[in-house]
């Protein structure tokens, strides 16, 4: 089963990056890239385009960094309860086995 896994991972990994090289073949036009207030170099269409989706994955995690910390932190929290409240019921275990003749 785990090799069925590995295959199938290996044949999405080679679409993909034939995908990819497709992409970048068939965007080759030369373009400069007007922001409102400077002008880019030209660079093919598939590097803007690819570097546009570069820039929102790192913004994107950037966006979620305050979430995945507070989560954590709860997290945390929670694990330092349980392990309290374990304690204690040992502790209320063993001394209800002391207590019976």
């Not at 990819?20 to 093919?44: D, H, R, Y």
């Not at 954590?72 to 003749?101: F, W």
Request: with cysteine; charged share 15%; net charge positive.
């Amino acid at each position: 089963m785990r090799w069925l896994k590995g295959l199938i991972l290996a044949i999405i990994l080679l679409a993909v990056l034939l995908l990819g090289i497709l992409f970048a073949v068939n965007n080759q036009q030369t373009l400069p890239l007007n922001l409102i207030w400077v002008e880019l170099p030209p660079a093919s269409l598939s590097v803007w385009l690819l570097a546009a989706l570069a820039c929102g994955v790192v913004l994107g995690m950037l966006a979620m960094t305050g979430v995945y910390l507070r989560l954590r932190t709860m997290l945390t929290r929670a694990q330092r309860h349980n392990q309290q409240q374990r304690k204690e019921l040992d502790r209320l275990r063993i001394q209800e086995l002391k207590e019976t003749p």
